[in-house]
């Protein structure tokens, strides 16, 4: 997750600044890791007998200046190659961003990713066809020096239409041509029946994995995803499982064992230990989730309505970015997607269907796949799991989510909604309460209070960071409050460069156990902590500017 900050760029020798999520070195640095040559002879090798056509940017201005549809996002970004014969590819490359995952686990990710949509294209789901770069003659594709610029990439078959609807729900309230939004919803319901009629051969939730047969049939590997279910050391990723219920509890485990040893920043982190330990309960006493199913399904782990291609009257073309796609049971596959059930009413903790999953049930059933229309209807237990176990939300519990967990899991038997959070907190206390992490956590909480207190102290008169004892005279000490003239008037406080960023210390991870790691070696949330880390500070900032405007008057 990044954040609209003005930072210095991550890469060591760097001295750009950004105000922005995508990095204009980033793109820089993506491009001098491609080799254009090499794309070319890979895609022809390929497809033998024809001849390839690619033209790399030559900087982030001339991406940025491309006119039509943008071709690159925060993850990822396009290169667009075409034969001779008029057929088009795109070569999708990872951005070269400072905190991109180590060479052996980009390889997984990738090669992930390319095993999911042969799948899938195999079993004639509307996805584009995708192909690993073949190794030429002395080239050695992700096992180049990691410190030099190398991009990471696959061919991807380029297919037609746009991301016509972006929304998420209400899509029929009006803001989308009602026929094209049913035409949509249809296609997708078409796009579900097609994924559950693939015969996987593998049993278990995880993610495929090219295997060692000289056919390379795809095998099951471990849930390949960008979150804290994860270890900082290879393999990195957990699993496979053989139930769902296996399968969060190591997720909720693993998220309590690094907010104990304090390897995430949160604003409230006793809070959210509270959290992770209610959502183990749930999942615990959920007998669907702990039962042992024969049958398993591909999911898109990012099923957002712009991952569709559509043409001009809603019809399907093609499902993009299967990165982080999964095999899992069929009630969790075939719930609705993210952009059928997101909306207003769902955020302040709604769970009853939205008109769009009313009418994919309909469409299910009227197409004699009453089955998928119950998975539609009982969806909410992992859309709401999933929503509470977001890796990069701050700030903690929201009373909505929790409240929404609670009614998805227990129905009736959640009883009378929490009025405040300070509610929620307290009954957990007296459940959870005993629990010897949590007098840990109270405990390091309050000395990073502290410490930050005393740093906001020290902004608040001048001094800012770093922080250093220094040792005055009565003479010599500075004096208390914001700087003033010889005439005791208030001066104006100095405007902050850019790319200043308030010195807040991070917490260091308790070494205890060997697969705990600080934030800064963390594989994958090194980039979260960091933002986390600009967020704390800039907020801090803030109170620290507020209370010298209030001093002075202002």
């Not at 930072?7 to 950004?18: A, H, L, M, R, Y």
């Not at 209400?170 to 296609?187: E, H, M, N, Q």
């Not at 005393?454 to 608040?460: K, L, N, T, V, W």
Request: glycine fraction near 8%.
């Amino acid at each position: 997750m990044r954040y609209m900050l003005r930072s210095t760029c991550g890469f060591e020798g760097c001295s750009e600044t950004v105000l922005g999520p995508l990095a204009s070195c980033e793109l820089d640095r993506t491009i001098r890791g491609l080799d254009q040559k090499t794309l070319a002879q890979q895609a022809q090798a390929l497809r033998p007998g024809h001849s390839c056509h690619i033209v790399l940017p030559p900087n982030y201005v001339a991406i940025k200046s491309v006119k039509g549809r943008k071709m690159y996002s925060g993850t990822n970004i396009h290169f667009p190659i075409e034969f001779d014969d008029g057929i088009k590819w795109v070569a999708r490359a990872r951005l070269a961003n400072a905190y991109r995952p180590p060479p052996d686990m980009r390889r997984m990710i990738t090669e992930s990713e390319v095993a999911t949509m042969e799948v899938l294209k195999q079993g004639d789901v509307l996805v584009p066809k995708a192909w690993m770069p073949p190794l030429l003659d002395n080239e050695l594709l992700f096992q180049r020096n990691p410190g030099s610029d190398v991009t990471d990439y696959f061919f991807v078959e380029f297919i037609q239409g746009s991301p016509l609807i972006k929304g998420h729900a209400t899509l029929t309230g009006g803001k989308i041509a009602t026929d094209v939004v049913r035409t949509f919803i249809t296609d997708l319901a078409q796009h579900h029946q097609a994924l559950s009629r693939i015969r996987l051969n593998v049993k278990g939730i995880g993610s495929l994995m090219p295997g060692q047969d000289p056919n390379g049939t795809p095998v099951l590997g471990p849930l390949v995803q960008g979150s804290l279910m994860m270890t900082p050391e290879p393999p990195y990723f957990c699993g496979p499982f053989m139930t769902n219920k296996e399968r969060y509890l190591v997720h909720v485990d693993l998220a309590l064992k690094y907010i104990h040893q304090q390897c995430i920043l949160l604003r409230y982190p006793v809070a959210t230990f509270l959290a992770y330990l209610e959502m183990r309960e749930l999942i615990e006493e959920n007998e669907e989730m702990g039962r042992e199913e024969t049958e398993f399904f591909i999911k898109h782990a990012d099923d957002k309505n712009d991952q569709y291609m559509l043409r001009d009257d809603g019809h399907l073309v093609g499902v993009l970015d299967w990165e982080w796609a999964y095999t899992t049971t069929k009630t969790e596959a075939f719930c609705a997607p993210m952009g059928l059930f997101w909306s207003s009413e769902w955020a302040a903790g709604d769970n009853a269907l939205t008109p769009e999953e009313q009418l994919l049930i309909d469409i299910h059933e009227a197409k004699g796949r009453p089955d998928l229309a119950d998975c539609v209807r009982n969806g909410r237990v992992y859309q709401r799991l999933l929503d509470n176990m977001r890796d990069d939300d701050l700030f903690g519990p929201d009373l909505h989510r929790i409240n929404a967990l609670r009614d998805a899991f227990l129905g009736d038997k959640a009883g009378k909604p929490f009025g405040t959070i300070e509610e929620w907190k307290e009954y957990n206390m007296s459940k959870y309460g005993d629990d010897p992490r949590i007098a840990d956590i109270e405990l390091w909480v309050k000395k990073r209070s502290e410490r930050r207190g005393a740093e906001m102290e020290r902004i608040r008169v001048g001094e800012g960071p770093p922080m250093t004892k220094a040792s005055y005279t009565n003479s010599e000490a500075p004096p208390k409050g914001p700087p003033r003239d010889k005439d005791g008037k208030v001066l104006p406080r100095p405007k902050e460069p850019s790319n200043y960023t308030a010195s807040v210390p991070e917490p260091q991870a308790k070494m205890e156990d060997a697969d705990i790691r600080a934030p800064e070696s963390h594989p994958i949330d090194t980039a979260k902590g960091k933002g986390m880390c600009h967020i704390i500070g800039h907020i801090a900032r803030l109170e620290v500017m507020r209370s010298c405007r209030k001093e002075a008057g202002e």
